[in-house]
Antibody
Framework: EVQLVESGGGLVQPGGSLRLSCAAS????????MHWVRQAPGKGLVWVSR????????TYAESVKGRFTISRDNAKNTLYLQMNSLRADDTAVYYC????????????WGQGTLVTVSS | DIQMTQSPSTLSASVGDRVTITCRAS??????LAWYQQKPGKAPKLLIY???TLESGVPSRFSGSGSGTEFTLTISSLQPDDFATYYC????????FGQGTKLEIK
């Protein structure tokens, strides 16, 4: 059974940093590209970042470019999102999602981890 | 960046109704479009991918169509479990979601 479990969320002050993790199991993690997607309270889904299977290619939404870094450790079956210079509008539930091979849709998602940026 | 515009934002319907949600892309995305259902406090669930392919395990009352810039999600006969929020996602260039359509009980 595919499982994605996010962790690392919490309360952080504006300008602070946080690293999210997504532990993957039930599939060959090293073969799949992965997304981070976020959802502010009461709002819609927003794509944040994507990484290829090797970790050698990454893309970001304009709103987080230069502040967030996606990475992965295939030996640990774990995806990361390093978030720096956090702002109030980064407050959201952050989901990791598997990208299906051969397409880019996401059949598997984690349960999400809440990041709150507030003083 | 590719922008995705969904309509309507809110849709009120009754059990048994046929409903259609539209998603428009700001430029052609071929058939690289997915539809998701989300319920409060839960992760999104994939319904349709490549514009019209039904995800395994999803009821056949859900269908998708379109290509290029215009896409639709149709639910042929609403069931109580279908009242939720629906999102389109383009994945032709990075990824973008529509703003969502909340399907409410009339």
């Amino acid at each position: 059974e595919v499982q994605l479990v996010e962790s690392g969320g919490g309360l952080v002050q504006p300008g602070g940093s946080l690293r999210l993790s997504c532990a993957a199991s039930g599939f060959k993690f090293s073969s799949f590209w992965m997304h981070w997607v976020r959802q502010a309270p009461g709002k819609g889904l927003v794509w944040v970042s994507r990484i290829n299977s090797l970790g050698s290619s990454t893309t970001y939404a304009e709103s987080v470019k230069g502040r967030f870094t996606i990475s992965r450790d295939n030996a640990k079956n774990t995806l990361y999102l390093q978030m720096n210079s956090l702002r109030a509008d980064d407050t959201a539930v952050y989901y990791c999602a598997q990208i299906r091979g051969g397409g880019n849709e996401s059949p598997y998602w984690g349960q999400g981890t809440l990041v709150t940026v507030s003083s | 960046d590719i922008q995705m515009t969904q309509s309507p934002s809110t849709l009120s319907a009754s059990v048994g109704d046929r409903v259609t949600i539209t998603c428009r892309a700001s430029q052609s995305i071929g058939s690289w479009l997915a539809w998701y259902q989300q319920k409060p406090g839960k992760a999104p669930k994939l319904l349709i991918y490549k514009a019209s392919t039904l995800e395994s395990g999803v009821p056949s009352r859900f269908s998708g169509s379109g290509s290029g810039t215009e896409f639709t999600l149709t639910i042929s006969s609403l069931q109580p479990d279908d009242f939720a929020t629906y999102y389109c996602q383009q994945y032709n260039s990075d990824s973008t979601f529509g703003q969502g359509t909340k399907l409410e009980i009339k």
